[in-house]
């Protein structure tokens, strides 16, 4: 597909190396298609070959590893799905395609746990961390503050000066954080997208998207949150 094509920068009559049972051989792109109809499987991510050449390529003369099915509207996918199980008999299975990527889902989910785990950890260290700076900072600057007593300043006017410094420093440092965060998030996801592609031949769209907008939105407004919060403790 062109999708495919694409993404890996292949163009007609370009050459294709693919690990196959016989070990690296070279293939010819001979044609390139639109992402339209059957071909959206795998998230446009489909090459195409004569099924007996791909059999002996990767060693599966005689054997089918996966068949895809596509229902027409007018048939119940439930019925349908029964009546295979019911013809095949034991030894296959039959799932619709959200039951692969439901699989993927829960592989990942013990990744995704672990990261806010330390997510977690991380936003403790900085509280303690800025608590120490703010106490210290404080301190040092105890004069400083009995002179603007002095002058009339008041206690809660006093207090807002000290939390919009660190205010400030949080959103300079969520910002800075959430930036490179967001930099390396993005690395890791292609390379997931690409070891799970490798690894179970299904397209998994991890990579950030304007969807996930509001994740470097709260990412920015919980560490300026934290620094605030941080800062009352002295």
């Known amino acids: ?22 070990g690296l051989k070279t293939f010819k792109v001979r044609a390139l298609i639109e992402a339209e109809g ?7 991510l489909l090459a195409v070959m004569d099924i007996e050449a791909a059999r002996l390529a990767f060693g599966k003369s005689g054997r089918f590893d996966q068949i895809d099915l596509r229902i027409d509207s007018h048939h119940n996918a439930s019925l349908v799905t029964n009546d295979l199980a019911r013809r095949l008999g034991a ?3 039959i799932a619709p395609p959200s039951a692969q990527l439901e699989s993927l889902k829960r592989t990942i989910a013990p990744f995704r746990m672990m990261l806010h785990f330390f997510g977690s950890i991380a936003l403790v260290i900085a509280f303690f961390l800025i608590s120490a700076s703010a106490h210290s900072a404080v301190s040092e600057r105890r004069c400083e503050f009995g002179i603007l007593r002095a002058l009339g300043g008041s206690r809660p006017s006093i207090l807002i000066l000290v939390l919009t410094e660190f205010a400030s420093l949080g959103l300079v440092g969520s910002l800075v954080g959430t930036a490179l965060a967001w ?13 799970l592609l490798s690894q179970y031949g ?12 509001w994740i470097p939105i709260c990412s920015v407004a919980l560490g300026t949150l934290v620094a605030i919060l941080a800062a009352l403790r002295p």
């Open 202 to 213: 299904t397209a998994v769209e991890l990579a950030f998207t304007e969807k996930n907008a």
């Open 1 to 22: 597909t062109r999708t495919f094509a694409e993404k890996y920068r292949l163009e007609l009559d370009s050459d294709l190396p693919l690990v196959t049972a016989r």
């Open 91 to 93: 030894g296959f299975q």
């Open 183 to 195: 930099i390396s998030a993005a690395s890791f996801a292609a390379s997931a997208e690409h070891a």
């Open 38 to 44: 059957l071909a959206k499987s795998y998230g446009g």
